[in-house]
């Protein structure tokens, strides 16, 4: 509505509705183009037409993007009340590569993230906000067992930070010393205390916020805190990235029962960090290393180790 | 032709005028709400969100800026709950742990029960409270200085980073910044910033939600002041 009115891009508070003084001072109805999409199949065949997919509150259809370690990723239109379980391993077709799904990240960069055991949960507005997720934009991130769940948050926060307007103290400071927290858990300079503050720092935002963006920017902190905590507690006690995703954490090197010394590794670094002799073990320099993954990517013997 | 409305603030039944907010109405009756990016005679923008309120609606609260919330007819609003109290302790330290180089900060830190910062602290000259850009747009016309930016990159600046002519050069940007009364001990250099507890608000520490007549409200005129 700012940008319509001429104005800098910025929510307002809706302390008074739009529906009472919205654009231009009008009563104003705002809605995601899909909703509207909805409205003319509505008006044509029915309510209960429309009321006879779903579940109790949550009424109809929903679009869903379905992207991530599976099999069939795209846009996907299911009834309302279907499981995570029958969208990720049915239609979706499973994990694509072999790896063990852990879990799917719901809702697009606002949402949360639901471990497997919770695959059963319906996508339902209440049941995924409840579990600490969302329905949302329908956005279905799948993850597996080489995804770290200390860096999807970081990733999000990340993201959400530089979508933030900066006009309101909890959004604009919040997020970045949520982020300046995340960083050094995955920089393995995190202390356990932070944990705590982390929560209660993402509680503070998310209550105090002046929009939406800030409202839900802490979900993917909160919801990955709430059910894989044993990660954090591995980046900071241990040291240790048990998704092997995390490059302070982690260290490449060669096994020397694969390698047999073709040397493809070798002219794919980029930082120099191989060293062999034809037919000999390879060796990785672990300072020169920077963790990019192409000689693990090259490499046809699965020679490359992450630890 | 004045209009009123009865609200219930804190338990108090009181006898506010229609159309004012629930903040003015708050510090007109002694009521002390921190706020910082409020200015009585200024828009409010509900950006600093110290003046948050739980406003009672069909038996649970929603947490709102007072600033931005107008009072009316049989409205029930705490302003100093146990769960307000945590909000604004946390967000006063948040802003304290970004500008600690200000009196008028460090004042609101401590009136808001801020007894320890567990943030690296950073030592920026600017909080984005927006009363410059209102000052200069709404009293004098002149909008000479905008927000620019988003997000992290919000800052203050002259449109095209050049000042125009038709900034006066008056002052009163400079005047209404909380940024421009340094701490009692003198400026804080980089790397040696700390929580300081000085100021007057500490008086008031047994008695939350009493006036304290704080730095704040004395030198950029609160309601109470004015």
């Not at chain 2, 002390?32 to 309120?53: E, F, M, N, Q």
């Not at chain 2, 009363?131 to 800052?155: D, P």
């Amino acid at each position: 509505m700012a940008s319509i009115e001429g104005k800098v891009g910025e929510p307002r508070p809706k302390d008074v509705h739009t529906v009472v003084d919205g654009l231009y001072h009008q009563p104003t109805i705002l809605n995601n183009v899909e909703t509207w999409a909805n409205v003319p199949s509505i008006i044509l065949n029915g309510s209960s037409w429309f009321a006879s997919r779903g579940t109790k509150n949550s009424k109809g259809t929903k679009i869903l993007a379905l992207t991530g370690r599976i099999k069939n990723t795209g846009l996907v239109e299911v009834a309302m009340g279907t499981s995570i379980r029958e969208v990720v391993f049915d239609i979706g077709g499973g994990a694509t590569n072999g790896n063990p799904i852990k879990a799917v990240q719901t809702g697009g960069p606002s949402g949360g993230c639901l471990p497997l055991d919770k695959f059963d949960l319906a996508v339902d507005f209440d049941v995924l906000a409840e579990a600490g997720s969302m329905v949302g934009s329908g956005g279905m991130v799948v993850m597996d067992e080489e995804t770290c769940m200390v860096d999807v948050a970081k990733y999000f926060l990340e993201f959400l930070q530089d979508e933030s307007c900066g006009k309101c103290l909890p959004c604009r400071l919040g997020i970045d010393r949520m982020l300046e927290i995340i960083t050094d858990i995955t920089e393995g300079r995190g202390r356990m205390e932070q944990l705590d503050l982390l929560e209660e720092l993402a509680d503070t935002v998310s209550q105090t916020a002046l929009c939406g963006l800030g409202k839900t920017a802490p979900n993917p902190v909160l919801s990955t805190l709430r059910y894989f905590r044993p990660e954090y507690e591995a980046h900071i006690k241990e040291k240790k990235c048990p998704a092997g995703v995390c490059k302070a954490l982690i260290a490449y090197s060669i096994d020397p029962d694969k390698c047999n010394g073709c040397g493809v590794c070798v002219r794919g670094c980029v930082h120099g960090a191989i060293t062999g002799e034809k037919k000999q073990v390879h060796v990785i320099d672990d300072q020169l290393c920077q963790r990019c993954g192409i000689c693990r990517s090259e490499c046809k013997f699965d020679a490359i180790r992450v630890t | 032709m004045l209009q009123y409305v009865d609200v219930s603030i804190d338990g108090a039944i009181i006898h506010a005028v229609k159309g004012t907010s629930v903040l003015d109405t708050a510090v007109e009756y002694g009521i002390c709400i921190p706020h910082l990016c409020h200015v009585p005679y200024l828009s409010d923008i509900g950006a600093c969100r110290l003046c948050i309120v739980e406003h009672v609606v069909n038996g649970h609260s929603e947490i709102t800026t007072s600033c931005t919330l107008n009072v009316e007819e049989g409205m029930v609003i705490m302003t100093n709950t146990d769960r307000i109290r945590k909000l604004r302790r946390n967000l006063a330290e948040l802003l304290v742990a970004q500008a600690p180089n200000s009196r008028a900060i460090q004042d609101i830190a401590l009136r808001c029960g801020v007894t320890e910062v567990r943030y690296p602290f950073r030592n920026e000259d600017c909080v984005l409270c927006g009363r410059c850009v209102r000052v200069c747009a709404e009293v004098w016309q002149a909008r000479a200085i905008g927000f620019v930016g988003r997000g992290k990159n919000r800052h203050v600046e002259y449109a095209l980073g050049v000042r125009p002519d038709f900034c006066k050069q008056c002052g009163n940007c400079v005047q209404i910044c909380p940024m421009t009364i340094p701490p009692c001990d003198g400026p804080m250099k980089p790397g040696e910033e700390y929580l300081c507890r000085k100021c007057e608000s500490q008086l008031m520490e047994e008695i939350p939600g009493s006036c304290s007549w704080c730095k704040l409200g004395e030198g950029f005129g609160c309601g109470r002041y004015v």
